[in-house]
Nanobody, 113 residues
Framework: QVQLMESGGGLVQTGGSLKLSCAISGNIRSVGVIGWYRQAPGKQRELVALISNLGSREYVDSVKGRFTISKDKPMNTVYLQMNSLLPEDTGVYYC???????WGQGTQVTVSS
């Protein structure tokens, strides 16, 4: 298992940018994939982007071209650079290891119109 801690959320206007960080500790060798997920009020948690320990990346269609997921080499930290933010990007953003085996506490992102 690993422990995950998100940071970097906040309030931003439409078109603005935020960079989220997910600090990872514990048995990092057990991590194959880290995903960024978001949960809007009244909606289910959805996968936004993921990165494997080998560096392959995938994005949900709604964020392609706007969000970039990256990691440092030992995968101690995974980042989500979010540009051109929209009100529909509002929600609590979580990082999760291995498709939900471990979760962080989340960080709130609010995009005002």
């Amino acid at each position: 298992q690993v422990q995950l801690m998100e940071s970097g959320g906040g309030l931003v206007q439409t078109g603005g940018s935020l960079k989220l960080s997910c600090a990872i500790s514990g048995n990092i060798r057990s991590v194959g994939v880290i995903g960024w997920y978001r949960q809007a009020p009244g909606k289910q948690r959805e996968l936004v982007a993921l990165i494997s320990n080998l560096g392959s990346r995938e994005y949900v269609d709604s964020v392609k071209g706007r969000f970039t997921i990256s990691k440092d080499k030992p995968m101690n930290t995974v980042y989500l650079q979010m540009n051109s933010l929209l009100p529909e990007d509002t929600g609590v953003y979580y990082c999760g290891a291995n498709f939900g085996r471990d979760w962080g506490q989340g960080t709130q992102v609010t995009v005002s119109s």
